[in-house]
């Protein structure tokens, strides 16, 4: 059996191991035990996101922290960067969040946060899944008189709503901005709106309607074509979509166009450079960012550094490097000054400020980096070995880098949360990428799932 902890919690299909009642009683209890203060009980907050699946898991959470004589308490349908904020705000000693981000609503996921605020170590999370699987935890619980209670807050949102708009610069005023939103059915669908329009905006909002099953379902930031026509037809300065936990944001500009992760990090970080604010000139990105990024650094005398794919591993080298911003091009984005882990919302605003600061449209703003021509396609796997050790896609890997040569990059990995393999080429031309990152997905499909017959997925 391999790790249960992925590069962002855990992750399946709901209601069969390891997303069941089982193991997120086992989880809620290991960590309430590992997180334990000597002087008093610990507490703890569990959030989620809409999907059906959030009732059953958050009450199996629950369930395992008062066994183990935690005070839980229950915070409702909230974005991942709001549990994590109601986690540090509260002074809770942890917070779980129940959510699979952008996966359909079939899957679910659960995140732990450290009561900082910040996601949980790889140690840390060794420690909790070693204690998980060691059979001690039933040995552990308290008699019935050291059992915890659990408690609902009923305003957290609010609480919420007012840390992000104090993110916003007071100086700034959003009176009468038309702004478009695309909730994606999940967890940002009370939260978003209310802060634009309680800072002045002219808001419209669609897919904001979660019945647990249509979370992430051809909308929000992974599918933002909906997005695209409302803002055209609303005749509005930008739009923005979140996707399920609302921890990404993904923007289209006043004609229509889409803007990427990688375009949003580099306009906030050459704003917070025009403004001596962006701490040791340092901008944090992964390796699966366009090459765009790194050349717009290089332009502007920006140190760039690429990361292992994962905001958590982003976050690590922000701290290792002293930056204060960070992101992928997925949308995930990273302000030190403002918060511990990455806010679509948050981000959004941020984005407004820097359009509303240098009085000009989001499609001009965009054009401070070039993207260059990249291909994904995510290929479907039955099993994850080594890439290095499967030699047909080695072969098709290194064919593609020498019709590369210096003019692009190849990069083949594993989703962290999802039986996936992410081939991604970027090239000198749109044909030539995709040409080449096709012969790769090939040779990955052949290799690792020859006995699955869906089609290719090209995002």
Known sequence: MGRLFGTDGIRGKANGAPMDATTAFALGQAVTHVIHPSTRPPVVVVGKDPRISGYMLESALEAGVTSMGGTCYMLGVLPTPGIAYITESMRADAGFVVSASHNPY???????????GFKLSDADEDRIETLMTSGELPKLVPEPAGMGRAYR????????????????????????V???????????YKVAPAVFRELGADVTVIHDEPDGFNINDRCGSQHTEDLRRLVVDQGAQVGFAYDGDGDRLIAVDELGNQVTGDQILMINALQLKEEGRLANDIVVSTVMSNLGVKVCCEQHGITHHAAAVGDRYVLEAMQQLGAVIGGEDSGHMIFLRHHTTGDGILTSLQTMACVLKQGKP???????????????????????????????IVEAIDA?????????????????????CRVMVEGPDAKTTKTLAERIADAVRSSLSPELSRPLRIA
């Not at 038309?178 to 940002?188: E, F, P, Q």
């Open 106 to 116: 079939s899957d679910n996921g659960i995140k732990v946060f450290a009561g900082s």
């Open 362 to 392: 989001l499609s001009e703003l965009a054009k401070v980096m070039t993207v260059f021509p990249q291909h994904l396609i995510n290929v479907d796997v039955s099993s994850k070995p080594n890439i290095n050790s499967v030699p047909e």
């Open 178 to 188: 038309k702004i478009c939103l695309d909730a994606s059915n999940g967890a940002t």
């Open 153 to 176: 807050l009923d305003d957290v949102i609010g609480r919420y709503i007012v840390f992000l708009k104090n993110t916003f610069p007071r100086a700034l005023s959003l009176d009468g």
């Open 400 to 420: 593609a880098e020498k019709a590369l040569g210096d003019q692009g990059r190849v990069l083949v990995r594993y989703s962290g949360t999802q039986n996936m």
